[in-house]
């Protein structure tokens, strides 16, 4: 059972980013607490990948196919603005939980739309990094549950 986790535009920058927003654990920590909770759901391997462009995400969603059972996806600000997003999701038809950082629900009113989150089976916001955490076990859950 593997997991693609994919981080959007400047997520690379956590730690410096508006840490009241985003907190002080920068883009290796978030890594390392991937491969540690995937680890704990119970995946036998979980690759993170982050990118500032959004057809670098469309490409990683469609490689996604070949090697992944599903995927953990913070599109960033893509979230509020990618049909392209959306459309590789619905395509690859792979399991997929949206996770957001902060509390976009408590944010501006266009950080409340979601194209992306209408692929997702699941969503995880304002849980700050450990939201990863939750959005691999809400996957390996779902993979489990599937598969029986
Ligand atoms: C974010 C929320 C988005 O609105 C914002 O554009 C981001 C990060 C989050 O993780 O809270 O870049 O996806």
């Given at each position: 059972?593997?997991?693609?986790?994919?981080?959007?535009?400047?997520?690379?920058l956590l730690g410096i980013r508006e840490p009241e927003l985003y907190g002080?654990?920068?883009?290796s920590d978030l890594v390392e607490l991937c491969q540690q909770a995937g680890a704990e759901a119970g995946f036998s391997a979980v690759s993170c990948f982050q990118t500032n462009h959004e057809g670098e995400i469309v490409d990683a969603i469609q490689e996604?196919?070949?090697s992944f059972d599903g995927i953990i996806i913070n599109p960033a600000a893509y979230t509020h603005t990618s049909?392209?997003?959306?459309?590789?999701?619905?395509?690859?038809?792979?399991?997929?939980v949206?996770?957001?950082i902060s509390d976009v629900d408590a944010r501006e009113s266009f950080r409340q739309i979601s194209y992306t989150g209408k692929a997702c089976f699941a969503r995880v916001a304002g849980e700050g990094i450990q939201g990863y955490a939750r959005a691999l076990q809400l996957l390996a859950v779902h993979l489990k549950t599937s598969h029986e």
């Open positions: 059972m593997q997991a693609l986790v994919i981080n959007g535009p400047n997520i690379n002080n654990k920068d883009y996604a196919r070949f049909i392209a997003i959306l459309d590789a999701l619905q395509a690859v038809n792979l399991p997929a949206e996770v957001h």
